[in-house]
């Protein structure tokens, strides 16, 4: 069972465009939605990440937007660079777990020049 | 942000020997650690969560006597498969915590294992 849904799989954007990759969940507990970035052959690093009691978040060119009624949340890539191609995880993870992350399947984006 | 870092960054190990993976918190005192398996072009699968001085709690369908997990201190956690053999190649990544209200988990660089 798939806790966290990412779309799409794969996105192509050109340079200057905006980049939406959207996320939902199906789990109310959870309370913590962080997005992350991985590079080939490297870990994950962390992007943005918001709470449940806000509806956005924005962070330079990176926005999260939150929708708890939905249960999705989604990132915003504004004036996206080609230097921003990478794979992106949306996450989503519980207090009482030690925020133990469940993680979407990712989506790999690439800017074109 | 805070640093975590693995090591080695990459490994070859001939099938039927054992590899340890060494995480490592540079810079603060991890109270939890995880352990997260990525084969390529997928998601992270989480393999155990661990708290310092504390046996790790293994995720379903991992096998706890294949990838020994040890917590030893604050600031080492260590990922060790026994036996491996080719289908445990894979990107094997650890995470740590601070713990308490702190919710960032800071990833190391990830180990390539190859087993031959």
């Known amino acids: 069972q798939q806790q966290v849904k990412q779309s799409p799989q794969s996105l192509i954007v050109q340079k200057g465009g905006i980049s939406i990759i959207n996320c939902a969940y199906e789990n109310t507990a959870f309370d913590y939605f962080p997005w992350y970035q991985q590079f080939p052959g490297k870990g994950p690093a962390l992007l943005i990440a918001?709470?449940?009691?806000?509806s956005e978040k924005k962070e330079g060119r990176f926005t999260i937007s939150f929708n708890k009624s939905a249960k999705q949340f989604s990132l915003h890539i504004m004036d996206s660079q080609p230097g921003d191609s990478a794979t992106y995880f949306c996450?989503?993870?519980?207090?009482?777990?030690?925020?133990?992350?469940?993680f979407g399947k990712g989506t790999l984006l690439t800017v074109n020049p | 942000g805070a640093v975590v870092s693995q090591h080695p960054s990459w490994v070859i190990c001939k099938s039927g020997t054992s590899v340890k993976i060494e995480c490592r918190s540079l810079?603060?005192?991890?109270?939890?650690m995880f352990w997260y398996r990525q084969f390529p072009k997928q998601s992270l699968m989480l393999m155990a969560t661990?708290?310092?001085?504390?046996?790790?709690?293994?995720e379903q369908g991992v096998e706890k006597d294949k990838f020994l997990i040890n917590h030893a201190s604050l600031t080492l956690s260590t990922l060790t498969v026994t036996s491996a053999h080719p289908e445990d190649s894979s990107f094997y990544i650890c995470s740590a915590r601070v713990g308490g209200m702190n919710t960032e988990a800071f990833f190391g660089q990830g180990t390539r294992l190859t087993v031959v």
């Open positions: 810079d603060f005192q991890a109270t939890t």
């Open positions: 996450a989503a993870s519980i207090r009482g777990s030690n925020y133990k992350l469940t």
């Open positions: 661990s708290n310092e001085g504390s046996k790790a709690t293994y």
């Open positions: 918001i709470r449940p009691d806000v």
